[in-house]
């Protein structure tokens, strides 16, 4: 399959980072000046470490290390890829993006454990068996991996490496998605070309959704988000079926992937629907951890919504996409290498709850 161009600049995209330490860990005079570092979009904070911990050494006081990040006092999911994080939490962009490092004081009520780099490549193994699992229906490609297969995809994401990203994921056979869609929400199954390429219908997405209750016409006045209740994180594929003459947009793909806010009726409200939902995150396919955060926070998703709400930014690998762009293209070009497509949505909603 070739490498299409866009795909070479969401790999190639990098973000770049002024790192503090924190200043209740500096045991030197003067502190040490802040690391610049370019961070890969598709990578994960975590794998900075080799570069920051040499950095900050000398500075440090004795003990074990943990290592974290926190953005204004907010402490980063480490398991969310950092050009996600960016685009969440600065809608109005920063550059560079100001983080602290901390090396001690492990926020474990609020962040799951990580322990290294293992911790950060199982995460993403258990992304890439969840999409499998919405794909396919079951993610025995990713389970039948060889360990030299696992090896170097797992190094093509480190390294940004697009193309020998592409020689393994090929074997995986989760497929690409034609052009020129139509939806036809939750329903269907997969196709399989002549070659045994599967042809998907069923999209995996990651949806993170902040709520505002104001309007607002400039991103510097965009509400800031201090806490991680204020995100709303929600697993949902769409699927998505060729009809002649007919084309899914992204603008039609986020009112199938958010019922609660664009239509009269939530699909919370259905109990087949709501079932069908849920078991799209399989413990056996993802970490329990994430599945439980999803799963939870679809829940609560009712008391808060509406069906007058507005799409007021959208981002996904940071651009702004129009909402009449053809969904195929966005899928195609501008998914993570654990094959979701990570969407973050600020959405105005008149009648929000914010209590």
Same mark, same amino acid.
């Given at each position: ?125 258990? $992304? *890439?068996? @969840? ?9 025995? !490609? +990713? ?5 030299? =297969? ?115 009726? $939530? *699909?919370? @409200? ?9 078991? !799209? +995150? ?5 970490? =329990? ?67």
């Amino acid at each position: 399959m070739p490498i299409m161009e866009a795909q070479k600049y969401v790999w190639e995209g990098a973000i770049p980072l002024q790192i503090h330490l924190h200043e209740s860990e500096v045991t030197t005079f003067p502190p040490p000046p802040p690391a610049l570092i370019l961070a890969p979009r598709i990578g994960y904070l975590p794998l900075l470490i080799a570069l920051i911990k040499p950095y900050f050494s000398s500075a440090l006081p004795p003990g074990v290390d943990t290592l974290w990040f926190d953005y204004k006092g907010l402490p980063l999911k480490w398991y969310t890829p950092t050009g996600v994080l960016f685009d969440l939490l600065c809608a109005e962009p920063e550059r560079p993006w100001n983080l602290t490092v901390h090396f001690r004081g492990y926020p474990a009520n609020i962040l799951i454990p990580c322990e290294g780099e293992d911790a950060v490549k199982w995460s993403f193994i258990n $992304s *890439l068996k @969840e999409a499998a699992y919405i794909i396919n229906g079951n993610c025995k !490609n +990713i389970m039948n991996m060889s360990q030299s =297969d696992q090896v170097e995809l797992w190094c093509s994401v480190m390294n940004g490496n697009v193309e020998a990203y592409q020689r393994v994921s090929s074997k995986l056979k989760l497929g690409t998605v034609e052009d020129e869609y139509f939806v036809k929400p939750q329903q269907g199954t997969c196709e399989t070309d002549t070659i045994g390429q599967v042809k998907t219908g069923r999209i995996p997405i990651r949806l993170y959704v902040c709520s505002v209750s104001e309007d607002f016409d400039d991103l510097e006045d965009v509400p800031k988000v201090d806490s991680w209740d204020k995100i709303s994180f929600i697993n949902r594929p769409v699927e998505i079926h060729k009809e002649e003459g007919k084309y899914l947009t992204l603008h039609d793909a986020i009112e199938a992937l958010l019922p609660e806010y664009f239509s009269e009726k $939530s *699909l919370i @409200e259905s109990p087949s629907q709501e079932g069908e939902d849920k078991n !799209n +995150i399989s413990p056996e396919d993802a970490g =329990d951890s994430k599945a439980e955060e999803v799963v939870n926070v679809c829940n609560d998703l009712e008391a808060s919504c509406t069906s007058n709400a507005e799409i007021k930014l959208i981002r996904i690998q940071g651009i702004e996409p129009k909402l009449k762009i053809p969904f195929s293209w966005v899928v195609n070009n501008l998914m993570n290498p654990d094959y979701f497509l990570h969407i973050c949505l600020y959405v105005k909603v008149a009648n929000l709850n914010t209590t």
